[in-house]
């Protein structure tokens, strides 16, 4: 069979990356975690010292570090020149970075490419997860979802991974990653007018996991 091609695009908190795992081993396809990739380059330019509201400085270095993306929806991974990352972009610090670091145009090519060519590489297919996947990276993907859900239910699921967090300033948080992600210039946070839009607010995992499997079956 022809490779499948699966976009889930959508905000922060709505099940993007636990949808498309579980969607990804059910049906024997790879997984790509888009937002890990631009973690991933934030995290190398904090530690590297350079000044993130400076978009020259950023843009300079956006090709220096080399991030591999592990594909198995089992047990993805992420390394930036060599070094295991995988805990280490999960960190406030990191969160509250990344979007200023996405926003450099230099950044989004760098990071396309690779994101492309892992597309490219998936041999029964891949499921992609971000913000521009239907949009911008692979507009010709056969399947489109766009997942949306309050921000009271987002901010509810990030403070559960999260462990005490505070609800507020999760909640906060959030919708100013959101926003900023929204607003900016090059390939924003949005929804291709040819993507399914589901949203997951008063859904289970599972139920939103057999939606999206159905719909790839349908394309089949
Ligand atoms: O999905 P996650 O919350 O890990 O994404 C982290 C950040 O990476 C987002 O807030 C956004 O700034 C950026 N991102 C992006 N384009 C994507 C995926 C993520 O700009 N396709």
Redesign the pocket.
């Known amino acids: 069979a022809k490779p499948v091609i699966v976009a889930i695009?959508g905000p922060?908190?709505t099940g993007?990356?636990s949808t498309s795992k579980a969607v990804a081993a059910q049906l024997g396809l790879s997984y790509l975690?888009?937002?890990?990739?631009?973690?991933a380059i934030?995290w190398w330019m904090v530690n590297n010292g350079i000044d993130l509201t400076d978009p020259t400085a950023v843009a300079a270095v956006a090709g220096k570090a080399e991030i591999v993306s592990g594909t198995d929806p089992a047990a993805p991974t992420i390394t930036v020149d060599g070094v295991d990352v995988a805990a280490a972009?999960?960190t406030q610090e990191v969160?509250s970075k990344?979007?200023a670091?996405?926003?450099v145009p230099e950044v989004?090519t760098r990071?396309t490419e690779l994101?492309r060519s892992l597309a490219a590489g998936a041999e029964r297919g891949i499921v992609?997860?971000?913000?521009?996947?239907g949009t911008?990276?692979l507009p010709d993907a056969d399947l489109k979802i766009f997942l949306t859900a309050s921000p009271e239910a987002r901010a509810a699921r990030r403070s559960g991974e999260l462990k005490g967090a505070d609800l507020h300033a999760t909640r906060e948080a959030l919708i100013r990653?959101?926003a900023?992600?929204s607003s900016?210039k090059t390939?924003?946070?949005a929804k291709a007018d040819d993507a399914v839009e589901v949203d997951t607010t008063e859904l289970t995992l599972a139920q939103v996991v057999e939606c999206v499997v159905t719909l790839v079956e349908e394309k089949r």
């Open positions: 695009d922060s908190g993007k990356s975690d888009t937002g890990a990739q631009y973690r934030t972009i999960r969160t990344v979007s670091v996405s926003a989004r990071i994101q992609v997860e971000g913000r521009d996947i911008t990276v990653r959101d900023a992600d900016r390939s924003p946070l």
